[in-house]
């Protein structure tokens, strides 16, 4: 709160809107000697370095618009990113929402969406530094968002049409944060779901949730974002849709593409290595649809308990990262080397599932050298351990 203090003053503002980027361990050194220098207090140069390498760093979420927003370390890692709260707020506006509570705000990252789509926003953060934030980066929008410090618990609900939540599932804390059990959450999942039965809500969780805590009538919706899955939302009432339970949304730079179903698809049956290897994305295999997308692609599974499907058709997907076979080769390590040497393979991308390796460490040990680059899959297929070698496609 000092250095908050400190930094919204004419004089903070001010120097941080002048700083440039802010990137490494030595920027930071070389701002604070300068800042110093000039006689700025210890809490300023603090909250203004630290601010300054968090909006490098929030670029990478809020593009341009870091530039003039204010983070907490933890603030920053949990946010969603603005091109996801986009979509995220769409919803909310097709659905007919006019004035929605953002429950567990925290610096404002979905709130910026909702109300970049005309919503009236009520903003609630249960930690006073953290709504100071909030309200900092919403202030643009003037009376169309209002930010409360509370327990969403104790919001007042009665004049909104709907909820967004994103329970903390951390201990407090604005950097170093540690996991909690849902009864432990704020609010906790079972308040939350008590919620949703009675009203619209849409609710921001991790991607890995017990799937047998997901009530029955909810949309549950996976997301990943260039390759990482990033969150689970579980949509309730008019903003579930209507035949939909699984949904798996896949959002590559500019581009997303979504999957569809009403429960869980039925697997692909296992069929032995075809001339192509396809790794689902994270969001469809969360969603469990991963047997849909093998009926699009005529693929069919290479282990019943493996995440990997394998056809011979050259079809690909936006559900799923395409390799071309070139061979099966030795797993045993040394067999293994000596097989990429005599190719040339000097740069090898390892992907594993079912076996216990490390892969930073089979790098190692694999003595890589030559001008020719490859994909390796190292993976159980039964109860034996293989290594594919192929081509991204």
Known sequence: MAELTALLTSEGLRLLDGMPPVESAADVATAVTSLRAAGHSPDLVSAVVGQARLRTRGRAKFGDLAERMLFTRAGLEQATRLPIAARHAARFRDAGVARVADLGCGIGGDALGLAGFGMKVTAVDADEVTAAIAAYNLAPFGRDVEVRQGLAEEADLSAVDAVWLDPARRSAGHTETTRTRPADWSPPLDWVFELAA???????????????????????????ADGSTVELVLWSKSLARDGVRRAALVIRGDAAHELTADADAADAP??????????????????????DVARALEAGMLDER????????????????????????????????????????????????????????????????????????????????????????
């Not at 990997?308 to 390590?333: G, I, K, N, Q």
């Not at 190719?343 to 390796?357: A, M, N, S, Y």
């Open 306 to 393: 493996i995440a990997y499907l394998t056809s011979d058709a050259a079809l690909t997907s936006p559900f799923v990262s395409s390799f071309r076979v070139r061979e099966v080769l030795p797993a045993d390590v040394k067999a293994l080397s000596k097989a990429l040497r005599e190719r040339g393979i000097g740069r090898l991308e390892i992907k594993k599932r079912g076996v216990d390796i490390d892969p930073a460490v089979l790098r190692t040990r694999l003595k890589l050298t030559g001008s020719e680059s490859a994909t390796l899959f190292v993976t159980r297929i039964g109860t034996r351990r293989t290594a594919i070698l192929a081509d991204r496609i």
């Open 198 to 224: 009675r009203m619209p809500v849409g609710v921001k969780l991790g991607p890995a949730l017990d799937r047998d805590l997901i009530p029955a009538d909810m949309e549950a919706q996976w997301v990943s």
């Open 270 to 291: 296992v069929r032995a290595l075809g001339a192509f290897l396809h790794e689902p994305d994270g969001a469809v295999i969360r969603a469990r649809l991963i047997g």
